[in-house]
Protein backbone atom coordinates (compact mmCIF):
# COMPACT_ATOMS: atom_id res chain seq x y z
CA UNK A 1 0.00 0.00 0.00
CA UNK A 2 1.06 3.57 -0.69
CA UNK A 3 0.86 5.48 2.52
CA UNK A 4 1.89 9.44 2.76
CA UNK A 5 3.04 10.18 6.41
CA UNK A 6 2.35 13.66 7.37
CA UNK A 7 3.92 15.39 10.53
CA UNK A 8 6.21 18.23 11.25
CA UNK A 9 10.28 18.11 11.04
CA UNK A 10 10.25 18.78 14.96
CA UNK A 11 8.10 15.39 15.90
CA UNK A 12 10.71 13.21 17.27
CA UNK A 13 8.32 10.10 16.17
CA UNK A 14 8.63 9.70 12.63
CA UNK A 15 11.35 8.26 12.06
CA UNK A 16 10.06 4.34 14.29
CA UNK A 17 6.75 5.30 12.17
CA UNK A 18 8.35 5.06 8.88
CA UNK A 19 10.50 2.29 9.56
CA UNK A 20 7.39 0.26 11.41
CA UNK A 21 5.61 0.91 7.83
CA UNK A 22 7.72 0.02 5.87
CA UNK A 23 8.90 -3.19 7.86
CA UNK A 24 5.45 -4.37 7.49
CA UNK A 25 6.02 -4.00 3.48
CA UNK A 26 4.38 -0.46 2.65
CA UNK A 27 5.70 2.11 0.34
CA UNK A 28 6.58 5.12 2.70
CA UNK A 29 6.51 8.73 1.50
CA UNK A 30 9.01 10.07 3.59
CA UNK A 31 9.05 13.91 3.47
CA UNK A 32 12.67 13.68 5.31
CA UNK A 33 13.83 12.11 2.85
CA UNK A 34 12.32 12.26 -0.63
CA UNK A 35 13.22 10.35 -3.59
CA UNK A 36 14.38 12.80 -6.03
CA UNK A 37 15.90 16.05 -4.29
CA UNK A 38 17.02 17.01 -1.02
CA UNK A 39 14.58 17.82 2.06
CA UNK A 40 14.34 21.13 2.91
CA UNK A 41 13.29 22.69 6.84
CA UNK A 42 11.70 25.53 5.24
CA UNK A 43 11.65 27.02 8.72
CA UNK A 44 14.79 27.34 9.12
CA UNK A 45 15.89 27.77 5.42
CA UNK A 46 13.47 30.44 5.03
CA UNK A 47 13.25 32.58 8.54
CA UNK A 48 12.80 36.11 7.93
CA UNK A 49 11.05 36.02 4.34
CA UNK A 50 8.70 38.68 5.14
CA UNK A 51 5.98 37.28 2.41
CA UNK A 52 4.52 33.99 1.73
CA UNK A 53 4.69 34.66 -2.12
CA UNK A 54 8.33 35.11 -1.69
CA UNK A 55 8.51 31.62 -0.07
CA UNK A 56 6.22 30.47 -2.06
CA UNK A 57 7.80 31.51 -5.43
CA UNK A 58 11.50 30.29 -4.50
CA UNK A 59 12.52 27.25 -7.10
CA UNK A 60 13.26 25.10 -4.03
CA UNK A 61 9.81 25.39 -2.73
CA UNK A 62 7.98 24.76 -6.07
CA UNK A 63 10.11 21.90 -6.47
CA UNK A 64 9.05 20.61 -3.03
CA UNK A 65 5.68 20.99 -3.02
CA UNK A 66 5.36 19.60 -6.41
CA UNK A 67 7.26 16.63 -4.98
CA UNK A 68 5.15 16.37 -1.70
CA UNK A 69 1.49 16.70 -3.96
CA UNK A 70 2.49 13.88 -6.50
CA UNK A 71 3.63 11.61 -3.20
CA UNK A 72 0.48 12.76 -2.12
CA UNK A 73 -1.83 11.86 -5.18
CA UNK A 74 -0.27 8.58 -5.19
CA UNK A 75 -0.46 7.88 -1.53
CA UNK A 76 -3.85 5.23 -0.85
CA UNK A 77 -3.25 6.25 2.45
CA UNK A 78 -2.54 9.35 4.67
CA UNK A 79 -1.38 9.08 7.98
CA UNK A 80 -1.02 12.29 10.25
CA UNK A 81 1.33 11.76 13.11
CA UNK A 82 0.84 14.04 15.79
CA UNK A 83 2.42 16.55 17.19
CA UNK A 84 2.14 17.71 13.73
CA UNK A 85 1.72 21.35 11.91
CA UNK A 86 -0.13 23.85 9.62
CA UNK A 87 0.54 22.16 6.52
CA UNK A 88 0.24 18.43 7.66
CA UNK A 89 -2.65 19.44 9.04
CA UNK A 90 -3.39 20.93 5.32
CA UNK A 91 -2.44 17.35 3.26
CA UNK A 92 -4.48 15.42 5.76
CA UNK A 93 -7.40 17.63 4.74
CA UNK A 94 -6.88 17.04 1.29
CA UNK A 95 -6.57 12.96 1.51
CA UNK A 96 -10.39 13.06 3.53
CA UNK A 97 -11.73 15.92 1.20
CA UNK A 98 -10.89 13.20 -1.85
CA UNK A 99 -12.25 10.34 0.15
CA UNK A 100 -9.04 8.31 1.23
CA UNK A 101 -8.60 7.24 4.22
CA UNK A 102 -6.70 9.55 6.84
CA UNK A 103 -5.78 7.65 10.18
CA UNK A 104 -4.07 10.09 13.00
CA UNK A 105 -1.39 8.81 15.04
CA UNK A 106 -2.12 10.94 18.14
CA UNK A 107 0.48 11.06 21.43
CA UNK A 108 -1.09 9.24 24.53
CA UNK A 109 -2.30 12.48 26.37
CA UNK A 110 -3.75 14.24 22.90
CA UNK A 111 -6.99 11.98 23.48
CA UNK A 112 -7.59 14.47 26.65
CA UNK A 113 -7.49 17.54 24.43
CA UNK A 114 -9.79 17.19 21.68
CA UNK A 115 -10.11 18.78 18.04
CA UNK A 116 -13.65 18.56 16.75
CA UNK A 117 -12.96 18.28 13.15
CA UNK A 118 -10.43 15.26 14.11
CA UNK A 119 -13.96 13.42 13.34
CA UNK A 120 -13.44 13.58 9.61
CA UNK A 121 -10.38 11.07 9.97
CA UNK A 122 -11.03 7.49 9.40
CA UNK A 123 -9.59 7.13 12.94
CA UNK A 124 -7.90 7.85 15.75
CA UNK A 125 -5.19 6.00 17.10
CA UNK A 126 -2.37 5.77 20.19
CA UNK A 127 -0.06 2.86 19.08
CA UNK A 128 1.51 2.30 15.65
CA UNK A 129 0.58 -1.74 16.12
CA UNK A 130 -3.23 0.19 15.85
CA UNK A 131 -2.65 1.97 12.90
CA UNK A 132 -0.50 -1.44 11.20
CA UNK A 133 -3.53 -3.73 12.30
CA UNK A 134 -6.16 -1.01 10.28
CA UNK A 135 -3.89 -0.95 7.24
CA UNK A 136 -3.74 -4.90 7.12
CA UNK A 137 -7.47 -5.33 7.79
CA UNK A 138 -10.53 -5.33 5.85
CA UNK A 139 -12.46 -4.38 8.40
CA UNK A 140 -12.21 -1.24 10.25
CA UNK A 141 -10.63 -1.29 13.70
CA UNK A 142 -11.87 -0.02 16.59
CA UNK A 143 -9.36 2.61 17.87
CA UNK A 144 -8.33 2.56 21.42
CA UNK A 145 -9.04 6.15 22.30
CA UNK A 146 -13.21 7.16 22.22
CA UNK A 147 -12.74 8.67 19.26
CA UNK A 148 -16.22 7.79 17.66
CA UNK A 149 -18.19 10.18 15.00
CA UNK A 150 -20.56 7.88 12.18
CA UNK A 151 -19.14 8.19 8.88
CA UNK A 152 -22.70 8.03 8.03
CA UNK A 153 -22.98 11.38 9.97
CA UNK A 154 -20.25 13.12 7.93
CA UNK A 155 -21.20 14.61 4.20
CA UNK A 156 -19.32 12.64 1.13
Known amino acids: MNIYVASSWKNNRISK ?12 FDF ?9 RFEDDYAGVPYYSGF ?8 AFQADFDAM ?3 DVCILVLPSGRSSH ?4 WFIGRGKKCYILAEQGAVKKPE ?12 IQEVLQALDS ?8 DH ?3 SAAIPR
Do not use: W
Open 17 to 28: VVASLRKSGHNI
Open 73 to 75: KLA
Open 138 to 145: SEEVTCQC
Open 116 to 127: LMYGLATSIFTE
Open 32 to 40: RNPPSQTAT
Open 90 to 93: LEAG
Open 56 to 63: LDSDQAIE
Open 148 to 150: HIS
